[in-house]
């Protein structure tokens, strides 16, 4: 499933769709385990952007409690996958993390790199942003700088629910992108259920609202890391269901951050 050219795109470029990443099976499996957690929301549901129209919320970590969530990082071919586009020896779990746009929904995605929000360093991580809709821009696409994890950069993050945290950040002002979108070298995808675009920590991105009256679209976002990768602690961080037990320079094996490629460890 996966090309020398795809490695390639993901080590040049920062990302790489990977078409039909998931069969049909699988899709039919996690939609139905989506539709479970959207009914019965867990621990880490939030809305983004809640003062403005639409649906738009998330939830974390379900791989510690719902079975096919958890089927999908121990048996589904995405760990070795990633571990292939990132040539490492072994993966680990880092998180999985539902976004949901229902129709209707005017907030963007802010611009943004995802490791700015992680208790983690190095190079070997990715985002591996599956698609359970068809998905273009008119719905909430992603959208990427190409190559703008080789810049060095580290920019500000942003908090999706609209509050300002540009004081509390350790990284520089993010770059107003939208207002200068010729200057940047965007590039996008569109997606069928199945589909996947795996993309590194630093890669810039972001996703117009969903502008549509009737396509949901609904994204499994499964973040991946692999042999360099330690822990560390941040001013602001994501919240962790627990504390996992590491020291700043620690490697992420617990079990909370399980080695699930190329020895997968029996799932909790």
């Given at each position: 499933m996966v090309s020398d050219e795809d490695i390639k795109a993901y080590s040049d470029d920062g990302v790489v769709c990977i078409r039909g990443l998931l069969d049909a099976g699988w899709v039919?499996?996690?939609?139905?385990?989506?539709?479970?957690?959207?009914?019965?929301?867990?621990?880490?549901?939030?809305?983004?952007?809640?003062?403005?129209?639409?649906?738009?919320?998330?939830?974390?970590?379900?791989?510690?409690?719902?079975?096919?969530?958890?089927?999908?990082?121990?048996?589904?071919?995405?760990?070795?996958?990633?571990?292939?586009?990132?040539?490492?020896?072994?993966?680990?779990?880092?998180?999985?993390?539902?976004?949901?746009?229902?129709?209707?929904?005017?907030?963007?995605?802010?611009?943004?790199?995802?490791?700015?929000?992680?208790?983690?360093?190095?190079?070997?991580?990715?985002?591996?942003?599956?698609?359970?809709?068809?998905?273009?821009?008119?719905?909430?696409?992603?959208?990427?700088?190409?190559?703008?994890?080789?810049?060095?950069?580290?920019?500000?993050?942003?908090?999706?629910?609209?509050?300002?945290?540009?004081?509390?950040?350790?990284?520089?002002?993010?770059?107003?992108?939208?207002?200068?979108?010729?200057?940047?070298?965007?590039?996008t995808w569109n997606l069928q259920p199945g589909d996947a675009l795996v993309f590194h920590g630093l890669t810039l991105h972001g996703a117009r609202s969903n502008d549509t009256a009737e396509y949901r679209r609904r994204a499994l976002s499964v973040r991946w890391t692999g042999d360099d990768m330690c822990f560390i602690r941040r001013q602001k961080m994501i919240a962790l269901p627990h504390d996992p037990g590491l020291e700043p320079g620690d490697k992420l094996d617990c079990e909370l951050f399980p080695v699930v490629w190329p020895h997968a460890k029996s799932s909790p």
């Open positions: 039919a499996r996690i939609i139905a385990a989506i539709d479970r957690v959207e009914q019965n929301p867990g621990p880490f549901r939030e809305r983004y952007a809640p003062d403005q129209p639409g649906m738009f919320f998330s939830e974390k970590f379900m791989w510690t409690y719902d079975p096919d969530f958890r089927a999908l990082a121990f048996e589904s071919p995405a760990a070795e996958i990633a571990g292939t586009l990132m040539q490492a020896t072994k993966i680990n779990l880092f998180y999985d993390h539902l976004m949901v746009k229902e129709p209707g929904a005017v907030a963007p995605t802010p611009w943004h790199q995802d490791m700015n929000y992680w208790p983690v360093e190095g190079d070997q991580i990715c985002s591996m942003w599956i698609a359970f809709d068809e998905v273009g821009l008119d719905n909430g696409g992603l959208e990427f700088v190409r190559g703008s994890h080789h810049t060095g950069e580290r920019y500000q993050f942003v908090d999706f629910r609209g509050k300002d945290v540009s004081e509390e950040s350790e990284f520089a002002p993010l770059p107003d992108i939208e207002s200068d979108r010729d200057a940047y070298d965007i590039v």
